[in-house]
């Protein structure tokens, strides 16, 4: 299973995400696949949910990129550390676009089962995309240690 499901994350990433191809989801999202991303509203599950989160980020970031930068499988486990990049040119989620360029890092953790991706649990920097889109103040530099009495 590990190099098949090696092949499978890839293919999402370079066929889906940045080929833009919809209709490869169906091939290789389960009818049942959960995406568990506290960043993301609930899109729904299976194929059709997953199409709405894609549409969801490549709306919003159509010039977005995502780069692979590692990946690891095991039995039935598979997991990527990735980058993405995109102009904020659309909507997303009721934040007006603001033409501004992002650059975020995430990990994600799939399942796969019957040569499909079941789940997927994703972690990554929303807060930070939102600083450089400028919808949240960026964070106060700490003060060095031992600070002012």
Do not use: C
């Amino acid at each position: 299973m590990s190099v098949d499901g090696a092949n499978i994350a890839r293919r999402l990433i370079e066929e889906v995400w940045n080929g833009r191809d919809q209709s490869v989801v169906d091939e290789l999202i389960a009818p049942n696949h959960r995406s568990i991303d506290p960043n993301t509203p609930d899109l729904g599950i299976g194929p059709e949910g997953y199409k709405r989160l894609v549409a969801l980020y490549t709306s919003a970031f159509p010039d977005g990129r995502l780069t692979l930068h590692d990946i690891i499988s095991e039995g039935d486990k598979v997991v990527m550390s990735w980058n993405f990049t995109g102009t904020h040119e659309g909507d997303l989620r009721g934040i007006a676009p603001t033409n501004k360029r992002v650059s975020v890092d995430g990990i994600t953790i799939s399942r796969h089962a019957n040569g499909k991706i079941a789940e997927s649990q994703v972690s990554w920097d929303a807060l930070g995309m939102m600083q450089q889109l400028g919808v949240v103040p960026a964070t106060a530099q700490a003060k060095g240690a031992g600070g002012s009495r």
